[in-house]
């Protein structure tokens, strides 16, 4: 099957590499004419833009007589929002209504909705789980539109994905995003449950070896996961005190929009809406201002020593 791929940063690689090991035929552009580059290294044939990659796709099936059906595929892994608009504003006219694009990026919902009502082609969104970590593994897809292009592309699907049981046909259009928002809420609050945990284990009454605590939890216990054993990959590196590694938390959007989702639904969430505010407070430049005034207020009505800032 020929794939046109655009976008390859930290995942798009691995969505066009994956494909080519698969057997696939992959037509690949970036912005970053470097990640273009190391796309061709990999084996994937460079366009120079969007519309260069349209037109490769059209002759290829043409000139090699592989997809009989003419049909173009096009995988974005770009970043979410403008992103996504720019490529799909730039595919716009070149695209018919057997065609299909994929978004393999962490868009909104809603934005997957609008775009699927727009865009001339079938539109799949999908959500990807495993992040680079996950190259050699494959992903877990996440993947909502009609059920036909879902069908289509299957055999991309079972590439890119950790294998046949990686991905899944969630429902119709923003689906598929719908459902990966909601993993990521997932994701912060479990987390903030693993931080929470350690913090209390790293302060508390014993000096422990984190590494050997997320180690021996990795083997048989409960709350083994993951995301624990990336927590025993991080102590190993840095040392069970986390070393120099700092206490601010970037990233966001998926959970705001996960909260977001439970307050309209009036469904709650608070251990997600935590893990969100918990990742806010940590980008306060010089310390959260609540804690601060917290800290001032035991002096006022206690007497209570004021720790000050160096
Ligand atoms: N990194 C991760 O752990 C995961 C990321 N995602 C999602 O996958 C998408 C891509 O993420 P990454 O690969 O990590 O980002 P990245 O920043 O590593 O790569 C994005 C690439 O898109 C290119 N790009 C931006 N605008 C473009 C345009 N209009 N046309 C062509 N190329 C364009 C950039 O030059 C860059 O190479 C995002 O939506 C992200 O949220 C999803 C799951 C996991
Ligand atoms: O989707 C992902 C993992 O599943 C991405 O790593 C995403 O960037 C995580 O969200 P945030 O940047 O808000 O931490």
């Known amino acids: 099957m020929q794939l046109g791929v655009i976008g390859l940063g930290r995942m ?80 716009e006219s070149h695209l018919e209504e057997d065609d299909v694009v994929v978004d393999g ?12 009502e727009s865009c001339p082609a079938a539109y799949l969104d999908c959500g ?12 877990s897809l996440m993947i909502g539109g009609p059920e036909w ?23 119709p259009e923003g689906s598929g995003h719908y459902v990966k928002m909601v993993h990521n809420g997932v994701e912060y609050a479990l987390m903030q449950a693993y931080g929470e945990g350690f913090e209390l284990l790293h302060e508390g009454r ?19 996961s993951w ?20 206490d601010r938390v970037e990233g966001g959007s998926t959970g705001t929009w996960t909260v977001q989702e439970g307050l309209e639904q009036e469904v709650p969430v608070p251990l ?7 990742r806010f407070g940590s980008r306060a430049d010089d310390g959260r201002f609540s804690r601060r005034l917290a800290n001032r207020l035991r002096y006022g009505f206690g ?8």
Not at 13 to 40: P, Y
Not at 150 to 171: C, I, K, S
Request: charged share 30%; glycine share 10%; hydrophobic share 40%.
């Open 272 to 278: 997600i809406y935590t893990a969100l505010s918990e």
């Open 12 to 91: 798009g690689q691995i969505v066009a590499g994956r494909s080519l090991e698969a057997g696939h035929d992959v037509v690949a552009f970036d912005l970053d004419e470097e990640a273009v580059a190391t796309a061709a290294d990999a084996g994937a044939e460079p366009a120079e833009s969007v519309v260069d990659l349209v037109e490769r796709l059209e002759s290829e099936g043409e000139r090699e007589g592989e997809d009989e059906d003419g049909r173009k595929r096009i995988w974005l892994m770009v970043p979410a929002g403008p992103a996504v608009d720019a490529a799909l504003d730039d595919l």
């Open 206 to 224: 014993y000096d422990l070896d984190l590494e050997s605590v997320a180690g021996v939890w990795n083997n048989g216990a409960v709350i083994r």
């Open 105 to 116: 990026g962490n868009s909104f919902f809603k934005d997957s909705i609008r775009r699927a």
């Open 149 to 171: 292009a879902y069908e289509d592309l299957t055999p991309v699907f079972d590439a890119v994905a950790t294998g046949p049981d990686g991905h899944a046909h969630m429902g």
């Open 227 to 246: 995301l624990l054993e990336l927590c025993e990959e991080a102590f190993r590196e840095e040392g069970s005190d986390l070393g120099d590694v700092a």
């Open 303 to 310: 007497r209570h020593e004021v720790p000050r800032r160096e």
């Open 128 to 139: 990807t789980s495993g992040g680079p970590a996950s190259a050699a593994a494959g992903f």
